[in-house]
């Protein structure tokens, strides 16, 4: 396992801005807000050849609101998940109380892990000499640092890397079935994530748009690496503030794109609404799997034909994307969720198949043979062969006299008996008409 830096201190002292400096991109939302980040968010860095993670975090504040005692406790668990703990505090607001107490409690709970005070947003050499007051912290060797410039960083990050334990030997590719969990907000996904792992590693609100980071967290199922992706829920372009809002949007985006599967959950009061067809079709049109998760189905009154009746309805309004599955979940009885990660793993299996040659042409000819393909103008059009293409999802290409003598109705035919021939159920589909 790789090492995991976890970076802790109260809101607002620079802790994303740093992530996104040893990350080298911009995966943490970083504005001037107190608390925009209020979820442990993890990604991959790398530093003099030595692999690692970093986690950036909440904040640590004893504000008795729901959401600040949320983070309060997301702090104190990736204190304790972590290798290494870079404690940050800011020069220009000096030493306030709240750094006291949690250096006090980094030296009394976790004094057998390296901790590294951090001083931020030192930028001239006036402030590096009011730096100096944090040693009443007890840490008598503090690193100066500006996040935002970058000065600091790289002795830091020596020192850092030097407290890692020596890598494995022979450490695999990670090879771990990456998950996401989207849909608009409110709809359940941390909720959904937090009861798969047994704990509340997600902050859990009925305020929509609580997270605003795609967050992975790794759990196994039946020996299984996963990779589970939560993200900020999707709004509506007109809904989405500038700032903010607009980059949380952006985060689920690029979450979506470094999944294999997209589990796009749904609220089974509110039914299947436009956005939801909207987020499903960026994940269709990415080439994910995709798994439609009604969420909050405990919340419904029910019979034998009810299950049946709300798929059917569903199944007419996604029109072409019919080879989506659709399960029924509760995140709050855990009713059906390992079902759920069950069902999306046969889809990453399924995205990645291969089927041979020989076998994609017999199945051809049968299909040639059943419904011969018609065209317009009449001039006859004719597949000679077909075969895969090497591609993350299934790309079949076709080899024929006239690719323009295709009709639609007839691609649509081939894909249905590709589906009906072969398990491709929550599984994208592309086909190609090459002249040969």
């Known amino acids: 396992m790789k090492p995991l830096v976890a970076l802790v201190g109260r809101?607002?002292?620079g802790k994303s801005t740093l992530f996104n400096r040893i990350t080298r991109n911009r995966t943490a939302i970083v504005d001037s807000t107190p608390g925009v980040t209020r979820?442990?968010?993890i990604s991959e860095a790398e530093w003099l050849g030595r692999q690692f993670?970093?986690?950036d975090t909440g904040g640590y504040c004893h504000d008795r609101d729901g959401i600040s005692q949320a983070m309060l406790e997301q702090t104190m668990t990736a204190i304790a998940d972590a290798d290494v703990i870079l404690f940050l505090v800011d020069v220009r607001s000096g030493l306030t109380y709240l750094d006291l107490d949690m250096a006090k409690l980094l030296k009394k709970e976790y004094g057998d892990k390296p901790v590294y005070l951090v001083v931020n947003k030192v930028e001239s050499q006036q402030l590096q000499f009011e730096a100096e007051s944090f040693?009443?912290?007890?840490f008598t060797e503090p690193w100066f640092i500006s996040a935002r410039d970058g000065s600091g960083v790289a002795d830091l990050l020596d020192e850092v890397a030097e407290s890692f334990p020596e890598p494995a030997e022979g450490e695999r590719e990670d090879t771990s079935a990456r998950l996401a969990v989207i849909g608009r907000p409110n709809v359940g996904k941390s909720s959904f994530v937090n009861a798969?792992?047994?704990?509340?590693?997600?902050?859990?609100s009925n305020k929509p748009g609580t997270t605003r980071d795609a967050?992975?967290?790794?759990?196994?199922?039946n020996g299984r690496d996963i990779v589970l992706i939560d993200t900020a829920g999707l709004r509506k372009r007109t809904k989405i503030d500038a700032g903010i809002e607009f980059y949380s949007s952006l985060r689920t985006e690029r979450a979506i794109d470094r999944c294999e599967v997209a589990l796009v959950l749904i609220d089974a009061e509110q039914g299947l609404e436009k956005q939801d067809m909207k987020i499903i079709q960026m994940a269709a049109e990415r080439k994910k799997g995709v798994l439609l998760l009604v969420n909050k189905w405990d919340l419904i009154e029910k019979d034998s034909k009810t299950s049946k009746e709300y798929s059917d309805r569903m199944y007419g309004d996604l029109g072409n994307l019919s080879w989506i599955p659709i399960q029924f979940i509760s995140a709050l009885t855990k009713k059906n969720l390992y079902r759920a990660i069950d069902t999306a793993l046969e889809i990453r299996e399924h995205r990645s198949a291969e089927?041979?040659?020989s076998e994609l042409n017999r199945f051809l000819q049968e299909a040639l043979q059943q419904a011969p393909p018609s065209s317009k103008s009449g001039k006859e059009m004719k597949i000679k062969y077909m075969t895969q293409i090497d591609a993350p999802w299934p790309v079949f290409a076709f080899f024929c006299n006239d690719p323009k003598l295709l009709q639609n109705n007839y691609r649509r035919f081939l894909e249905k008996r590709l589906r009906q021939r072969y398990e491709l159920t929550g599984v994208p589909v592309s086909m190609r008409f090459q002249q040969k």
């Not at 040693?135 to 007890?138: H, L, P, Q, V």
């Open 11 to 13: 809101p607002n002292v």
């Open 39 to 41: 979820d442990r968010h």
């Open 53 to 55: 993670r970093v986690m």
């Open 135 to 138: 040693r009443k912290t007890g």
């Open 196 to 204: 798969l792992l047994g704990s509340s590693r997600h902050i859990v």
């Open 215 to 221: 967050i992975d967290s790794r759990f196994k199922r």
């Open 355 to 357: 089927i041979s040659t």
